[in-house]
C-alpha cells in the first residue's frame, strides 16, 4: 500500500505544488532540527531548509524511488550543510559548540558528550574526513554522532535495512581512521617552514 508521503512525491512529479507543500510540512521541522545541529546556528539552518526543499523540488525528477525520498532529501541536506560550513569557513565550529564527540573508528557504540584534550585535536581531521567521504557514508556518521540517531531510527529514515546501515557505518569509520591517519602523516613529514633550506647565515 503506499502511503501518503510516497502519494504526494507522485503528485509533486505531475507538478501539484501543494502536494510538494504537504511534503515540506511533513519533513520541516526534523530537517530544520538537523540542519541546526550541522551548522550550529538556528537562523542559518531556517534558511538552508529552505535551500534544501528548493533544491529538492528543482531536481525532483532525479529521484529514483518515491519511498526514498526521506534519505534522498536528508542528502540534499548533508551537502547544504556541508557547502555552507566551507564557505563560512567553520571548521569544527558547529561541532564544538553541540558538544559532538568524535567517532571512534573501532567503536561500534555512540561516544559519549564529554571529551579530552586528544579528542579535541581530532575534531579537524575527523569533519575533513566527513565532508570529503561519499554522501552515503558522510550522512550516516552525522546521523549517528550528530543526531545521536539509534541503528533503527537511520533505518527508517534511510529506508535501508539494519544491517545495510551498519555496513555504512562501519565503512566510514574506515574512510575516518584512514583520513585521520594520513593527515597525521602529512603533518610529521611537513619540513619545518623555519628550518627548510639549511640555516640563516
Known amino acids: ?27 520541516a521541522a526534523p530537517l ?23 533544491k529538492a523540488y528543482t531536481s525532483l525528477r532525479n529521484l529514483d524511488s518515491p519511498p526514498a525520498f526521506g534519505s534522498w532529501l536528508f542528502r540534499i541536506a548533508f551537502h547544504v550543510a556541508v557547502d555552507f560550513q566551507r564557505s563560512r569557513d567553520l571548521g569544527t565550529q558547529s561541532l564544538e559548540a553541540h558538544g559532538a564527540a568524535v ?49 533503527f531510527e537511520m533505518a527508517q529514515l534511510l529506508n535501508l535495512s539494519l544491517a545495510n546501515v551498519k555496513v555504512r557505518l562501519h565503512r566510514a569509520r574506515k574512510m575516518i581512521r584512514h583520513k585521520v591517519a594520513v593527515d597525521a602523516a602529512s603533518e610529521v613529514e611537513s619540513p619545518n617552514p623555519k628550518t627548510k633550506g639549511g640555516t640563516e647565515s
Open 103 to 151: 567517532p571512534d573508528p573501532e567503536s561500534e557504540e555512540c561516544p559519549p558528550l564529554e571529551r579530552d584534550e586528544e579528542q579535541r585535536k581530532q575534531y579537524d581531521a575527523v569533519v575533513r574526513a566527513v565532508a570529503s567521504m561519499p554522501e552515503r557514508y558522510g550522512l550516516v556518521v552525522v546521523l549517528r554522532y550528530l543526531e545521536q540517531q539509534t541503528y
Open 32 to 54: 530544520r532540527g538537523y540542519l541546526q545541529r550541522m551548522v550550529g546556528d538556528f537562523h542559518a539552518s531556517q534558511d538552508l531548509a529552505q535551500e534544501t526543499f528548493l
Open 1 to 27: 500500500m503506499e502511503s501518503h508521503v510516497q502519494s504526494d512525491v507522485r503528485r509533486s512529479l505531475s507538478g501539484d505544488t501543494k502536494a510538494f507543500g504537504r511534503l515540506m510540512d511533513e519533513y
